[in-house]
């Protein structure tokens, strides 16, 4: 309860978490595939997710065809 390593209680409450209507789709369509790969399926998100190790894998496994399969096992 003392430890200095622990946040204080409620000092994260004043961040502010994005709603889906302020992100801009526009631009969505113009980005290309990464090399050997023929689909985009994710794409960065200027304060929500721009981790390009997070893209890469989710572009990975959609070109995989994984996003196939789990709608096949739904």
């Known amino acids: 309860m003392f430890s200095p390593r622990i946040m204080p209680w409620a000092t ?4 502010k978490f994005f709603e889906e209507d ?3 789709e526009n631009l969505d369509d113009h980005v290309v595939p990464e090399k050997g790969f023929d689909k985009v399926y994710a794409v960065p998100r200027p304060r ?26 739904i």
């Open 12 to 15: 994260r409450v004043k961040v």
């Open 22 to 24: 302020d992100v801009d």
């Open 48 to 73: 929500l997710c721009t981790s390009n190790v997070y893209i890469h894998l989710m572009n990975l496994f959609g070109n995989g065809g994984g996003f196939e399969l789990v709608l096949d096992l």
